[in-house]
């Protein structure tokens, strides 16, 4: 693995020199284990500790499928879908796994007893398998997360319709927070060349994210002048919704949590900011079991205030349960609620007739298809819209870079250095990236 490193280090890029470079028999990365699926039963959701399950193991490189890479991974990323994995909720991840190993004899591989976990990376290729043209080993790539089999017609389309569409890292195995991962082709785009390692690993799942629930045809197709309401505004899918909203050319309203985040908010450029916590919202009682309409009414009018008396065309949904209810309400007429991973209860309750009654319209919203993601990645090396990396880790804090995004302990996104022995490498366009060094630095350390 020192030779792998090393290489990247130098700077060359050579194909020859990376496919002479010899393939080590196991590599390290961060696993749960299928035998500790039960180790929080009794808990409640909050005291679920990602240090106890993630677990840092020297695993067996798997063998290349037709038309996969295998990547040496500088540096990866936290999602929300690591720390479901690592509390082993809603459902544990063995399931995905058992039902793809099912499918045939190259998938037979992900049906592991561990689970490499992780739907981030930037880093090298260092081996493509049998039909790959056109990636080539000693290209700088980052792979977004869509796993997609392509064998059924549902697909062809929008390749998120496919039946066989899974999420890299969290429904497959031998995912990016790793020294090494092993991904299909087709998932492998570009590194921006004026981005560290750290840096370009971390817009990936939310960048795309965010792409297709408020930008993309196929969500909320944003248009000039829309009013956005975006929970978490400052957060890993959030701040990248706000930074969208922005350059696409509506207002963004962001609801943050703190004064801090309120303030990072406003360095993007927004200027509609409500702090809820600020504001003291209730939209449930203490038992979580009843939902008060009049703090519905009371998150209107403070969008109103704000707006000079509008409602929101858009409302950028993730919450999910804990707001789901007042999104519905606070929508204007004929507006859309676009809605994505639930992250505080998948158990939405809202009042249908302030739906069916006004012509609102829910839409579900769920990663992208591959030309979204490429799109969005496009916008990330033009510098349109830019990283909101606050913290970076090593592979060995992973649990606790996981925590940190399960207790909202972060802005932005959390990355995890997997090969790269420090931050700050990787930029091969310097001249590019002082052009928007404010920008790019602007989580640091939040």
Not at 113 to 131: C, E, K, N
Not at 167 to 182: D, H, K, R, S, Y
Not at 421 to 429: A, I, R, S, Y
Request: glycine share 10%; with cysteine; hydrophobic share 35%.
């Amino acid at each position: 693995m020192q030779a792998i490193r090393d290489a990247i280090l130098s700077g060359d890029r050579t194909q020859e020199t990376y496919a002479n470079i010899e393939i080590p028999a196991t590599y390290r990365g961060a696993t749960v284990h299928k035998d500790e699926v039960g180790m929080f039963e009794g808990l409640a959701t909050r005291d679920k500790d990602p240090r106890k399950s993630l677990h840092i193991d020297e695993v067996p490189v798997p063998e290349l499928a037709p038309g996969e890479a295998l990547v040496a991974v500088m540096a990866s990323a936290i999602n929300y879908n690591t720390v479901w994995t690592s509390i082993f909720e809603p459902v544990s991840t063995f399931g995905f796994l058992e039902r793809y190993g099912r499918m045939s004899e190259f998938s037979k591989r992900h049906d592991l007893p561990y689970h490499v976990v992780g739907s981030d990376l930037a880093g090298v290729i260092l081996r493509t398998g049998p039909g790959v043209t056109k990636w080539k080993p000693g290209t700088e790539v980052v792979a977004h997360c869509l796993s997609v089999e392509l064998e059924d017609a549902e697909g062809h389309n929008d390749t998120m319709m496919d039946p066989q569409q899974r999420i890299w890292g969290f429904e497959t195995n031998f995912g990016g927070l790793a020294e090494l991962a092993v991904v299909k082709a087709n998932q492998l785009m570009p590194k921006p060349a004026h981005l560290t390692w750290e840096e370009a690993a971390s817009p990936g799942l939310v960048n795309s994210t965010a792409y297709r629930q408020l930008v993309s045809k196929n969500g909320a197709a944003m248009k000039l002048g829309d009013r956005v309401l975006i929970w978490g505004a400052s957060g890993g899918l959030g701040s990248y919704a706000t930074q969208m909203a922005l350059a696409g050319g509506a207002t963004p309203i962001c609801v943050v949590s703190s004064p801090e985040k309120a303030e990072i908010c406003r360095s993007m450029g927004a200027e509609l900011i409500i702090d809820r916590n600020a504001e003291g919202y209730r939209f449930w009682n203490d038992e979580g079991t009843e939902q008060d309409p009049r703090e519905w009414q009371r998150l209107g009018k403070k969008i109103r205030e704000l707006t000079g008396g509008y409602d929101v065309d858009i409302v950028f949904e993730h919450p999910g349960r804990e707001t789901f209810g007042a999104s519905v309400y606070v929508a204007r007429k004929g507006g859309t609620i676009v809605t994505c991973a639930s992250t505080s209860g998948y158990m939405h309750e809202y009042d249908n007739r302030y739906l069916w009654m006004n012509l609102k319209r829910i839409v579900s919203s769920h990663f992208a298809n591959y030309r979204e993601a490429w799109e969005a990645n496009e916008l990330i090396n033009r510098g349109l819209i830019h990283p909101t990396l606050s913290k970076t880790y090593t592979l060995d804090e992973v649990g606790q870079a996981a925590l940190d995004v399960h207790r909202n302990a972060h802005q932005g996104k959390v990355g995890v250095l997997t090969l790269s022995p420090e931050p700050g490498l990787g930029v091969t366009d310097p001249d590019k990236r002082a052009g928007f060094a404010a920008a790019i630095n602007r989580f640091a350390d939040q």
